[in-house]
């Protein structure tokens, strides 16, 4: 399914994170290697980043493959940041195919993204959509697994829990009605919450900043890869993984 990346570090541009890396997510929108559902990205891109002095982050998708949008190529060119978002999507059937379902969604000052499906979507959904709100439901990004889960996570970071505890928690109230793939990625452009559940996720951090991605964007060795079932924390320079089934009161790095 989907492939996505997080970055924190010293401003770098869109291009020399996303498009010019040998295996990097321009790539990975049609040939992923590490994908373990699904072939090709190409029903939708997105990227959001932060600029310095603005916590709301600014966002561009399309609902067109990444390599067939050559404004986003020179808009990347010229756009630096420390902290970014990005996505390339594999629609999973029966979701809307414009680019509302394009990660990443977005809230105030936080970016997410979703790598899976929940099986059985919507109706195996029906009691965690109980305790949404009416609008919240309503005001869900798109019609979209991806977005209930948003919802969802967004509704507990609203609620004042912690990242690490937002994404852990609805990873095992989802587990508890239906399988599925959750992998998922968030960051406030401070920090990275990110889960593997269901499918690839790598992280590498040094002087050049950390990147948590779905797989290497290339081959200098530096990869970790996150074990299934875990919850990853990283900052620009640090980057913890523990199992998904500890307890998240407290946050981990900062
Ligand atoms: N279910 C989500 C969607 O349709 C994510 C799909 C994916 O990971 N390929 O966009």
Known sequence: MCRHLAFL?????????????????????WAPR????GTVNADGFGAGWYAAGDPVPARYRRAVPM?????????????????????????????TPDESAAAPYADGKWLFSHNG???GWPH?????????????????????DSALLWGLISAKLDAGETAGNALATVVTEVSALTTGRLNF????????????AGDSLFWRCGPSGTVVASEPS????NWHEVPDQSLLTATAD?????????????????
Not at 12 to 23: D, F, G, K, N, V
Not at 34 to 37: C, E
């Open 9 to 29: 570090g010293p401003p770098t541009s869109l291009a020399e994170l996303l498009l010019a890396p040998e295996h990097g997510l321009l790539k990975q929108s």
């Open 34 to 37: 590490r994908q373990l559902h």
């Open 67 to 95: 390599w067939a949008d050559p404004s986003f190529a020179d808009v990347a060119r010229v756009t630096s940041s420390a902290a970014v978002l990005a996505a390339v999507r594999s629609a999973t059937p029966g979701t």
């Open 117 to 119: 499906r929940i099986e």
């Open 124 to 144: 195996s959904t029906q009691t965690l959509v109980a305790q949404l709100p009416a609008d919240r439901l309503l005001g869900l990004e798109s019609r979209v």
């Open 185 to 196: 990625l968030l960051t406030d452009g401070v920090t990275i919450t990110a889960t593997a």
């Open 218 to 221: 290339d081959d200098d060795g």
């Open 238 to 254: 640090r980057v913890d993984v523990r199992p998904i089934s500890v307890e998240w009161k407290e946050p981990i790095l900062i």
